[in-house]
């Protein structure tokens, strides 16, 4: 099996990095900069076309994240998002803090098995 080839795409205003596009036996990806699957596509060009328009979009609202220490999962909003760690803030199904349920969690090289897109 060969590997993935993955490759950063940055917006030509501020060369921010948007994500990646990944190649691999099945296909392109476009994914964010975490490494979560937006789409699967065909080709590159709709995999950046992806990426270039909802690359960063698709890190606003709610979320899902797996608490580890309570084996359940649980609504989040993301904080920070880096290459390797995204920190997220427990919400309710809304995407609101409730104070009663505040969590803020730093996950370290988090996967689609602890942080997904609700």
């Known amino acids: 099996m060969t590997k993935a080839r993955r490759v950063p795409l940055h ?3 501020d060369k921010e990095l948007v994500g990646y596009l990944v190649q691999d036996a099945t296909g392109w990806q476009a994914q964010t900069v975490f ?4 789409e699967r596509t065909e080709d590159r060009a709709t995999a950046e076309l992806i990426l270039r328009e909802h690359g960063m979009s698709v890190l606003t609202g709610v979320w899902q994240y797996f608490d580890r220490d309570e084996q ?3 609504a ?3 904080k920070e998002v880096q290459e390797h760690q995204v920190t997220i ?3 309710n199904a809304m995407g609101y803090q409730d104070p009663n349920d505040y969590k803020k969690v730093t996950l370290q090289r988090p996967t689609d098995s602890d942080l997904i897109k609700a």
């Open 11 to 13: 917006r030509e205003s």
């Open 35 to 38: 490494g979560y699957t937006i």
């Open 72 to 74: 359940s999962w649980h």
């Open 76 to 78: 989040c909003v993301l």
């Open 89 to 91: 803030m427990r919400t």
